[in-house]
Antibody, heavy 119, light 109 residues
Framework: QLQLQESGSGLVKPSETLSLTCAVSGGPISGDGYSWTWIRQSSGKGLEWIGY???????FYNPSLKSRVAISIDRSKNQFSLKVTSVTAADTAVYYC???????????WGQGTTVTVSS | IVLTQSPGTLSLSPGDRATLSCRAS??????LAWFQQKPGRAPRLLIYGASSRATGIPDRFIASGSGTDFTLTISRLEPDDFAVYFC??????????????FGQGTRVE
């Protein structure tokens, strides 16, 4: 059974970089039709799609975050990562990683990790 | 693409029928999904492709719609169904360059 687990910095200072990793277990990260996704949820903005990295390495980002976001993949470790630069309080949220399967949508999610931006 | 869900809250009892709506600002058919979320938990995929149930989802969850108007019906509410429901578009037609989006949610209480 595929499982995803987020890890990373829970407290980030304003203007610094938020870094999270999603470990994939129970299945390969390299698979045709899979895209590895980051989503966040805050009380103010609800669920927000951040972007994804396709198994081939292609990335697609939310236009509103594109200038500050980078998603990468490490096939040797079966994990993918998120970096958000120049964070502000508005980046405070629960961050989820998830797998998107073409046409089938976001079928497997991590449990989520809370990130707070504060000095 | 903006997704608007209605109503914001549904107050019902176990055994009742729940009807949730999701309207898109442009066509997303058939790439519309529904999720259930409980407090402190990640969303759970219920429906993909506008009307297909995800693995393990009971048949009391019925979804339909096309174009810009979609509906999720829970035929007979069970105690475990009281939660927040979100719709999400992942419309290949518009492509990910415009971003996938979620509705603001309907709380079934």
């Amino acid at each position: 059974q595929l499982q995803l687990q987020e890890s990373g910095s829970g407290l980030v200072k304003p203007s610094e970089t938020l870094s999270l990793t999603c470990a994939v277990s129970g299945g390969p990260i390299s698979g045709d039709g899979y895209s590895w996704t980051w989503i966040r949820q805050s009380s103010g903005k609800g669920l927000e799609w951040i972007g994804y990295i396709h198994y081939s390495g292609s990335t697609f980002y939310n236009p509103s975050l594109k200038s500050r976001v980078a998603i990468s993949i490490d096939r040797s470790k079966n994990q993918f990562s998120l970096k958000v630069t120049s964070v502000t309080a508005a980046d405070t949220a629960v961050y989820y990683c998830a797998r998107e399967v073409w046409y089938h949508g976001l079928d497997v999610w991590g449990q989520g990790t809370t990130v707070t931006v504060s000095s | 693409i903006v997704l608007t869900q209605s109503p914001g809250t549904l107050s019902l009892s176990p055994g009742d029928r729940a009807t949730l709506s999701c309207r898109a600002s442009e066509s997303v058919s058939p790439h519309l999904a529904w999720f259930q979320q409980k407090p402190g938990r990640a969303p759970r995929l219920l429906i993909y492709g506008a009307s297909s149930r995800a693995t393990g989802i009971p048949d009391r969850f019925i979804a339909s719609g096309s174009g810009t108007d979609f509906t999720l019906t829970i035929s007979r509410l069970e105690p475990d169904d009281f939660a927040v429901y979100f719709c999400q578009q992942y419309g290949q037609q518009s492509g990910p360059s415009t971003g996938w989006t979620f509705g603001q949610g309907t709380r079934v209480e």
